[in-house]
């Protein structure tokens, strides 16, 4: 007789307020995964997509197979032609470009001079 009275109690008890309470670590949990990993990772590809613009004939690259070579050809917006030895030329999707190592200095024609 006691025990139904007070599930009844408890029942009756529930509010708005106590959905909200229920939902909160939900919500922080799918805030902190934004900040801390979607952004992020966001930010890089948006970086790595700039930097596969920019290259440039001459550029000095890493694959992310880890070959290191020269760009000696940009064909089209996917794809370029690397120069991974003297003479030996291959064809690579833009996208497998890991880093660029460093870009060619430019030709300074007063260190010629002096």
Do not use: C, W
Not at 50 to 78: C, E, F, H, W
């Amino acid at each position: 007789m006691f025990i139904s009275d007070a599930m009844a109690q408890a029942a009756g008890a529930a509010g708005g307020e106590n959905v909200l309470m229920q939902f909160l670590p939900f919500i922080l949990i799918i805030a902190v995964f934004y900040f801390l990993m979607i952004r992020p990772q966001q930010k890089r590809v948006k970086e790595h997509k700039n930097m596969v613009a920019a290259l440039r004939r001459g550029d000095n690259v890493i694959t992310s197979g880890g070959i290191v070579a020269k760009v000696s050809k940009v064909i089209d917006d996917n794809e370029i032609e690397l120069e991974i030895a003297s003479g030996v030329k291959v064809k690579v999707i833009k996208s497998t470009i890991s880093t660029v190592v460093g870009k060619p200095a430019p030709a300074n024609d007063t260190a010629d001079k002096k």
